[in-house]
């Protein structure tokens, strides 16, 4: 019997080293992408920011944010955040392991947990934070035509990066390079299953 996408995330989050960013000038903060099975297919909960927070107004991200004094560690920030933003209580997130850290462009070093949650789930999305509650299926970041090349220039030279449409949205930045990454590990580890 095939495996689940969560049992091959497992395995390969598991038998692989994650890449971290060394600018120890960056805010540390912490993410949690969630994948869960809904209608027949898993989705990952992504989220449009509102106009009322700090950072990335209007953007499509991921449950998370910056480290508080208090979070004992990233995990701690990044079960916090995702129970403020969405009412996921961090009970209820089972971890599969972390992705690569990733840079944003607003000086934060974001470690990103990969977790699954019981579904259906009522979420309970932070009036002040979240404008917008994004349910996005799989199989629409791994089709073609849903993927944008963006080049732009950094510092005096073209930099090229990958981004996602899903309906009227686009995924861009660093949440972008979190899927591409987690994409890569779901491929990487349904290859090693098949063989």
Request: net charge negative.
């Amino acid at each position: 019997m095939a495996s689940s996408p969560l049992e091959i995330l497992r395995k390969a989050l598991a038998h692989r080293t994650k890449r971290e960013v060394g600018d120890s000038t960056l805010r540390p903060a912490a993410v949690c992408l969630l994948i869960y099975p809904k209608d027949g297919e898993y989705c990952i909960l992504l989220n449009k920011r509102s106009e009322q927070v700090e950072h990335h107004k209007g953007e499509i991200s991921l449950p998370g944010g910056a480290k508080d004094p208090e979070d004992r560690d990233a995990l701690d920030t990044a079960l916090r955040e995702t129970e403020e933003e969405m009412g996921i209580r961090r009970e209820d997130v089972s971890i599969l392991g972390e992705l690569d850290e990733v840079a944003t462009r607003s000086r934060f070093k974001m470690q990103v947990y990969v977790g699954t949650i019981p579904y259906p789930y009522d979420f309970e999305p932070s009036a002040v934070e979240i404008a917008e509650v994004l349910e996005v299926p799989i199989s629409a970041l791994i089709d073609p035509s849903n993927l944008r090349v963006e080049t732009r220039w950094e510092e005096g030279r073209a930099v090229s990066a990958n981004s996602y449409a899903y309906g009227r949205h686009l995924v861009y930045g660093a949440t972008a390079r979190v899927l591409e990454d987690f994409l890569g590990v779901l491929a990487e580890g349904t290859k090693k299953e098949e063989h």
